[in-house]
């Protein structure tokens, strides 16, 4: 339900975009940088590209590394392990935070906190020193979900999927430049006349510095709701503080955010790996230079500038024809091909097919990643942000194991690694046909035609009576209302005549 015109003629326009009830924005436009919605939107893509940027310095460099601190494969697979691992417990902590607190104070707060680790990769002397820099690091990922969470904060469900996708894989983008970053900033150092073991340690200041400004710009300039910041909001009285017990219980106790996580870990976590391996993968198997090497590991994760947003268009082009049932097909269909195009990578032998073919892959793995969080702003309305940081810490999870797995150590080649690696994609995706909606069915089912079988009644649920009583559930309804899309065409011509006015700005 967007706002009309009726009730504002006589008021000047309060946001530059059309909103919905909930004055979330009804429509997506990348180069406006309008407040408070797309402000957020470049506020929350660019300070997650610098934590990835920050999280991934040290692949593109490894080879330097390596000799400098006498790093066996072991060593490079624990601080890869590592680097990836806080940031499971730390996503869903963000995703709490932001259910409590906010996405802004939540976001800017946790990349203050880890930017000193990146400083102090600078002064690293062991194999150990090197692992829990890169471990501490790591945290700063966990913006992931304070950006998917803030995302589907200001943006309705019509277009949540295509915000999700552009902010999550412009990002995500981040894994890639790094690769090209790092290797540029050492040989500039290098050239100036520093050493090759003293170059690389000064480099990591850059990302240092670029990830705590990026901080700063979150406080000064970010907003937490279209209506405004959560502690101003709640001060007024606009907000309900909620109790985290409640918001942890519907959380948890929704399977399909575990479902979710674990499909989300064999295609984000998938591409986590590939970002600690593919430099070193491609410097070692085809005796490329290091700057070579990190120019093709960068367009595996370069590709996010296009595949993760088309991931999340694609879901919100599908929810409007299909409903939700567009959505998760979708999404099984991109992520198992994902999984073909990873043991095609690891059987080819040549340069060129390899490159093709890494490409292929990291499209439809991260479009994989677009389309899954098209489909999570759906599972829970009270617990958006702990569903979140769930799905995302799944992310990370899949990424510990499958490095724990297949990139430790010398058990298994790297190709023989990768090709695994899509078979472990391809079966960890088939979960995907348990999730089912009572509102708008699953993969094979239609919607439920018993009791529980609106989109009221599944949000709702999340409220008890004594909650009710007091309106503490009307977000919720504002937000079922706004859901309606997702039974599909249906919905679309049950709605066409009251929405036959045109809608406006507020």
Same mark, same amino acid.
């Given at each position: 339900?967007e706002i ?8 000047? /326009? ?5 909103v ?13 940088i ?6 957020a939107f ?16 040290a692949? /593109?460099?490894?080879?330097i ?13 624990n &601080? ?5 691992s806080?940031?499971v417990? #730390? ?9 409590l ?10 990349i203050?906190?880890? &930017? !000193?680790?990146?400083?102090f990769?600078?002064i ?32 309705? %469900?019509?277009v949540?999927?295509t915000?999700?996708?552009?902010? %999550? ?13 790092m ?7 290098r050239?100036?006349g520093?050493?090759?073991?003293t ?8 990302? &240092? ?10 406080l ?5 709701l ?5 502690q ?11 109790k ?5 219980y519907h ?40 700057q ?5 590991? &960068?367009s595996?994760?370069l ?12 879901s ?12 998760l097909?979708?999404?099984?269909i991109?992520?198992?091909l %994902?999984?073909?195009?990873?043991v ?25 990643? +677009?389309?899954t969080f098209?489909?999570? !702003?759906?599972?829970?309305?009270r ?17 510990v ?6 990139f430790r150590g010398?058990k298994?080649?790297k190709?023989?690694?990768i ?10 995706t ?5 999730i ?8 094979f ?9 609106t989109?009221?009644d ?7 009576s004594?909650?009710?009583?007091k +309106? ?10 706004? #859901?309606?899309?997702e039974?599909?065409r249906?919905a ?15």
């Amino acid at each position: 339900m967007e706002i009309s015109s009726t009730s504002t003629e006589s008021q000047p /326009p309060k946001f530059a975009l059309p909103v919905d009830s909930e004055h979330k924005a009804t429509e997506f436009r990348l180069f406006s940088i309008a407040a408070p919605h797309m402000r957020a939107f470049h506020l929350s893509w660019i300070s997650f590209f610098s934590c990835f940027v920050s999280s991934f310095a040290a692949p /593109p460099l490894i080879p330097i590394i390596r000799d400098n601190l006498n790093l066996t494969s072991t060593d490079i697979g624990n &601080a890869g392990i590592a680097s990836v691992s806080g940031a499971v417990f #730390s996503r869903i902590a963000m995703g709490t935070a932001c259910d409590l607190f906010g996405p802004r104070l939540a976001s800017a707060s946790l990349i203050l906190l880890t &930017a !000193p680790a990146v400083c102090f990769t600078s002064i690293v002397s062991s194999p150990v020193s090197f692992l829990l820099v890169r471990f501490f690091t790591g945290f700063s990922l966990a913006t992931f979900v304070s950006t998917q969470f803030w995302m589907s904060s200001m943006f309705s %469900g019509r277009v949540v999927g295509t915000a999700n996708g552009v902010a %999550g894989g412009w990002g995500n983008l981040g894994g890639g430049a790094t690769q090209l970053i790092m290797p540029l900033v050492f040989a500039v150092i290098r050239d100036t006349g520093a050493a090759k073991f003293t170059a690389w340690r000064i480099a990591f200041f850059i990302p &240092a510095l670029f990830q705590m400004s990026t901080a700063l710009a979150v406080l000064i300039f970010g907003q937490d709701l279209p209506d405004g910041n959560y502690q101003q909001l709640q001060k007024s009285g606009d907000k309900h503080k909620d109790k985290f017990p409640l918001v942890f219980y519907h959380g948890i106790s929704n399977y399909r955010g575990w479902i979710l996580a674990l499909t989300y870990g064999y295609c984000f976590g998938v591409e986590l790996t590939m970002d600690n391996i593919i430099a070193e993968y491609f410097y070692d198997r085809f005796n490329l230079n290091l700057q070579t090497a990190g120019i093709v590991a &960068a367009s595996f994760g370069l590709a996010n500038i296009v595949s993760r947003p088309a991931g999340g268009i694609i879901s919100d082009i599908m929810g409007k024809r299909f409903g939700m049932r567009g959505r998760l097909w979708t999404l099984w269909i991109v992520q198992t091909l %994902g999984g073909v195009f990873c043991v095609t990578l690891g059987q080819v032998g040549s340069l060129g097919a390899s490159i093709v073919v890494m490409i292929l892959f990291s499209l439809f793995c991260q479009a994989a990643c +677009g389309l899954t969080f098209g489909v999570v !702003p759906f599972v829970s309305r009270r617990s958006l942000g702990l569903i979140s940081g769930m799905t995302g810490g799944g992310g990370n999870v899949g990424a510990v194991l499958t490095q724990l797995i297949f990139f430790r150590g010398t058990k298994y080649s790297k190709e023989t690694g990768i090709t695994l690696m899509g078979v472990m994609i391809i079966c960890c995706t088939l979960p995907l046909c348990l999730i089912y909606f009572p509102q708008w069915g699953g993969m094979f089912c239609g919607p439920s035609t018993g009791k529980v079988a609106t989109e009221e009644d599944y949000y709702v649920s999340e409220w008890n009576s004594k909650e009710k009583e007091k +309106g503490l559930h009307q977000t919720s309804l504002k937000f079922a209302d706004n #859901s309606r899309s997702e039974s599909g065409r249906r919905a679309e011509s049950a709605t066409t005549l009251s929405n036959a006015t045109p809608p406006t700005n507020v």
